[in-house]
């Protein structure tokens, strides 16, 4: 029996048939990866929930800032907080880099803090540092006094935040100059947009960045994540409280 070719005709219907499929199935499997990185998000952050509860029971319900003056107030001597979590409590520096963010790496610690891990700390709650000079208006809190005065769905921990080298590569100076902090006070301005500049204007730090579908994850005290898009960042204020200065808590903007 004679074995009959294909013709050309019916080979590129075959290959743009192959073509319809593939570009069906990419959007679908991009959906996937995303969502896989979002869950990797996810529990990195309740990782490092965690963490900041064995901080603080292990420091007299301290609750840990964004820098911790060790024996002087030398850049030398300052520890930042993911430091204090990965040297202590998660040895795994992977669990700072958000999924979403192909530019997170581990720095150095000191003044400067880690600047381009995934992760920012809510710096207007649980303090920026324990110099307790006139010029620090961020002390540290206690766990306990501040649960006091956390409303509902509230009680920022950690959010996803602008890594330095979204930026040319560049670090100090420019926009989101701190990668390792988020600002609450200021908090629906200071949402980065994809072209590496602040939403509103007005904030020029510590910003967040909606990576997951146009929204942040945040991780709150009681170790739950939840997702805020920019929308709701916007409208919900009290998400972003309590804020605290020199230990005195506010409730309200």
């Known amino acids: 029996m004679r074995q009959r070719n294909f013709t050309l005709v019916e080979l590129l ?22 969502k896989g990185k979002d869950i990797t998000c996810r529990n990195n952050l309740k990782q490092q929930g965690l963490a900041f509860h064995m901080y603080v029971s292990d420091n007299d319900d301290w609750a840990a800032p964004v820098r911790v003056n060790e024996g002087g ?30 530019r997170c790496e581990w720095t150095g610690s000191g003044s ?40 509902g769905n509230g009680g920022i921990v950690l959010g996803d935040s602008a890594v330095m080298k979204r930026w040319n590569g560049a670090y100090g100076g420019g926009k989101a100059q701190y990668g390792y902090m988020i600002d609450t006070y200021n908090h629906k301005k200071a949402i980065i947009r994809k072209d590496g500049r602040d939403m509103e204007g007005g904030a020029t730090y510590a910003l967040v960045d909606p990576r997951h579908d146009n929204g942040v994850n945040y991780l709150l005290h009681d170790g739950h994540v939840v997702r805020k898009s920019v929308s709701q960042i916007r409208s919900e204020a009290d998400f972003a409280l309590p804020y605290s200065i020199k230990g005195q808590f506010h409730t309200e903007f």
């Open 13 to 34: 219907v075959v290959v743009g048939i192959i073509a319809l499929l593939v570009a069906m199935l990419l959007p679908a499997l991009a959906k996937a990866e995303a």
């Open 73 to 102: 107030g030398s850049a030398s001597n300052v520890r930042d907080w993911s430091h204090l979590m990965q040297e202590a409590y998660l040895p795994q520096k992977e669990l700072f880099f958000c999924p979403m963010e192909s």
């Open 112 to 151: 400067t803090g880690n600047r381009s891990i995934g992760y920012g700390l809510n710096y207007y709650l649980w303090g920026l540092t324990t110099d307790r000079s006139s010029s620090n208006l961020r002390h540290p809190v206690k766990l306990s006094v501040a649960s006091r005065y956390i409303r």
